[in-house]
């Protein structure tokens, strides 16, 4: 492949040397250069690669992409000088992976909660209709039946184009994707070719990355913003930025709520424990999912679905057929009738969303214990708030770690606790070891009693400084009512 061809619609300042040369892979860690590749120089949030440029070269690199062209410059190297490095490698990578999106129907999930559920949900779906499917989601990639761990909610744009060249291989037609905040604001999804985008909702997340609320929005504006007119932008009206996501979209626009006037409309007939009787447009469908913020996600594939050309009573079908998505709500029963759910919400609204739907279920005369700690090195104005909505909503909440990261696990707490209000400080408890924890909740819990273990999810470790150690909510709660039983 020359150097050239990969070049395709990045936006070039300068050019030093030949592009007319072949080069081997293109990688944008220096430590992962051959002979004949092409190193990318990226200006990340904590290391500039462009401070790499000299180690990629002594390791065979033949071209260089960098904002600003080094001082020195080497005979037999092309220097690409480029107006942004994120945006460049995103093209790149889409032109040396022969730009696999455009053989695929991509649709990109946004939206603070939500984006996991929907599409693995759309995933399942399109699976028991008898398509081949792609999947790129924070708990895993899927190339068909073929699965790959997942390391982000976005991948860098490689590994995005990699994915997307191996499914358009395999035969895919179909790829679902979650669009994080921090995958857009990087570069990581230009270049790509998407049939369709969908907003779930906004709320507070990610303000350590992004400073501002403003901010946050306006850059998840931007994924429909870039859709083209074939497309097809879905966006969920109920939310108050619902419809600024799609304000300047060439997309096809069309909406969906459970409160407004829409093009796709649900209301929910029942809600338990056992799952949901929703009524959408003006057929009645049983969902083993729960939860209002579930009839949201079910209606948003069921209106992807219709969207992509699937016929509304076969897509009703496999709806009520679907499982729910691993660490989503996930829940067990023990043998003492103790409810365990353990759920992702690591967010305000998202912990919210899910006390308030267990809250709507339970009589009233079962205690609900919920076990919850924030994530170190992370945006630090949601800790109180998570703690107030826990210690509101729950009859009593046990404080804990998430993953601390590089942080003090017991300072994090005592961020927490700055939000909880007088009336409710005597229904909490600090326990900043998570699988002591999560043993005190069940040692705390009466029969019929609920546990909601919130935070981490699918997650199968815990990360303290930089380290990662096996740690699975779900196994762990298990594990200690089995004991207790005995």
């Not at 909601?452 to 779900?474: C, P, W």
């Amino acid at each position: 492949m020359l150097l050239k061809d990969i070049l395709y619609r990045v936006n070039i300042n300068a050019v030093s040397g030949n592009t007319a040369i072949a080069v081997n892979e293109v990688h944008f860690d220096s430590r992962k250069i051959s002979l004949n590749d092409v190193f990318v120089a990226i200006k990340g949030v904590e290391v500039d690669g462009h401070e790499y440029i000299d180690k990629a070269l002594a390791a065979g690199a033949i071209a260089v992409i960098c904002e600003k062209l080094p001082a020195k410059i080497i005979n037999g190297v092309t220097y690409i000088e480029v107006e942004d490095s994120k945006s460049a490698l995103a093209y790149i990578a889409s032109n040396y992976y022969d730009n696999p999106s455009r053989n695929l129907k991509l649709i990109g999930v946004t939206g603070t909660n939500g984006k996991t559920t929907i599409t693995s949900l759309l995933y399942q779906l399109f699976k028991k209709a008898g398509y081949k499917v792609g999947l790129l989601s924070t708990v895993k990639v899927m190339v068909d039946n073929e699965q790959f761990d997942a390391t982000h909610t976005t991948p860098d744009s490689l590994a995005i184009n990699k994915y997307l060249a191996m499914m358009s291989d395999a035969g895919v037609e179909y790829c679902f994707m979650e669009v994080s905040s921090h995958g857009i604001h990087q570069k990581r999804t230009e270049g790509l070719s998407f049939e369709g985008g969908v907003f779930t909702n906004l709320t507070h997340d990610h303000l350590d990355y992004h400073k501002t609320f403003a901010e946050y929005r306006d850059v998840k504006k931007t994924f429909f913003d870039d859709l083209p007119k074939r497309a097809f932008a879905l966006t969920n009206i109920d939310d108050k930025n619902g419809l600024v996501m799609i304000q300047n979209t060439k997309a096809k626009k069309y909406t969906y709520a459970l409160k407004s006037y829409a093009d796709y409309k649900a209301n929910i007939l029942e809600n338990q424990f056992s799952g949901l009787l929703l009524k959408i447009n003006d057929n009645e469908l049983w969902s083993r999912l729960i939860g209002s913020f579930n009839a949201y996600n079910i209606l948003s594939i069921y209106a992807v679905a219709d969207l992509l050309g699937m016929e509304n009573l076969e897509t009703l079908r496999y709806i009520s057929e679907l499982e729910s998505v691993s660490g989503r709500f996930q829940y067990f029963i023990s043998e003492e009738k103790i409810t365990t759910i353990v759920d992702y919400a690591h967010t305000p609204d998202a912990l919210k969303n899910v006390l308030e739907t267990i809250n709507s279920i339970r009589t009233g005369n079962e205690e609900l214990i919920t076990v919850v700690g924030c994530g170190g090195d992370r945006d630090k104005t949601k800790r109180p708030l998570m703690a107030n909505i826990a210690s509101s909503l729950s009859t009593k909440v046990i404080f804990t770690s998430d993953n601390p990261r590089s942080e003090n696990p017991q300072a994090i707490i005592e961020d927490m606790e700055e939000g909880v209000e007088p009336q409710n400080f005597k229904k909490t408890l600090s326990v900043t070891d998570r699988k002591q924890a999560i043993k005190t909740a069940c040692q705390l819990a009466g029969n019929t009693d609920i546990i909601l273990i919130a935070g981490k999810g699918h997650e199968t470790y815990q990360e303290v400084n930089g380290i990662k150690k096996d740690f699975n909510d779900y196994k762990i709660a298990q594990e200690f009512l089995e004991k207790l039983k005995k």
